[in-house]
């Protein structure tokens, strides 16, 4: 069975200061990778993807992730957080094989970007 | 319409009532998906359609849950005979291919609440 698991409910950080949200993923064989963005009353929407390639994926907004195999980590980044950055961010996993269905979301992290 | 949009936006049902929640997916798109997202949590898999068929519908939770797509494009999940327990926002989500890796685009989902 596949899993994500983002161990922080909320990460509190200031604008102008780089961000990190965390992520630890299981999965059998290789994985897909995704973030998504979630804001109030929105519909969750894309960020970015890991398939394969380079670890260092970038993606919307001025967001990345980096993907590292032998920590089975994907976690976000951003250099310079913004106050609009304030949502809710969930890290994703499907395997490589298998059917296109099974997506598996991790519980959610709040960002929340202070002035 | 440009995105995927889902009606109603708001269910209020008392406890034993049939529900139907319907999903117009982004013209074109083969995949359908229909995920369940209770308060604080992350989207969970319910079912998933390659145009007409329904391929995976193993995280139904129960045979109280049924979703349909007979002609390929808009989809209904139907919850029959509602439970508190069903009480949670649906999102349904839309892509264009059947290959694993494709982004998902979500529709603002509909909050179903069972009294």
């Known amino acids: 069975a596949q899993s994500v698991a983002q161990p922080e409910d909320q990460v509190n950080v200031a604008e102008g200061n780089p961000l990190t949200v965390k992520c630890t993923y299981s999965?059998?064989?290789?994985?897909?990778l995704f973030w998504y963005v979630q804001y109030p009353n929105r519909g969750l929407q894309f960020l970015l993807k890991?398939?394969?390639?380079?670890?260092l994926v970038k993606g919307s907004y001025g967001f990345e992730a980096e993907f590292n195999k032998s920590q089975t980590s994907f976690h976000l980044k951003k250099p310079s957080a913004l106050v609009s950055d304030s949502a809710l961010y969930f890290c994703?996993?499907?395997?490589?094989?298998?059917?296109?269905?099974?997506?598996?979301f991790g519980t959610g992290t709040r960002l929340q970007v202070t002035l | 319409g440009a995105g995927v949009s889902q009606s109603p936006r708001y269910k209020v049902a008392k406890r034993g009532q049939d529900v139907a929640l319907r999903c117009d997916p982004i013209?074109?798109?083969?995949?359908l998906f229909w995920y369940q997202q209770a308060l604080g949590q992350g989207p969970e898999f319910l079912t998933y359609?390659?145009?007409?068929?329904?391929?995976?519908k193993s995280g139904l939770p129960s045979d109280r849950f049924f979703a349909e797509r007979p002609e390929g494009s808009v989809s209904t999940l139907k919850i029959q005979r509602t439970q508190q327990e069903d009480s949670a926002v649906y999102l349904c989500?839309?892509?264009?291919?059947?290959?694993?890796?494709?982004?998902?685009?979500f529709g603002s989902g509909t909050q179903l609440s069972v009294l």
């Open positions: 013209s074109g798109h083969v995949s």
């Open positions: 989500a839309s892509s264009g291919r059947t290959a694993t890796n494709e982004k998902l685009f």
């Open positions: 994703a996993v499907r395997p490589v094989t298998g059917t296109a269905s099974k997506l598996t």
């Open positions: 359609f390659q145009n007409e068929a329904q391929l995976d």
């Open positions: 999965v059998s064989g290789n994985p897909y």
């Open positions: 890991y398939i394969t390639g380079d670890n």
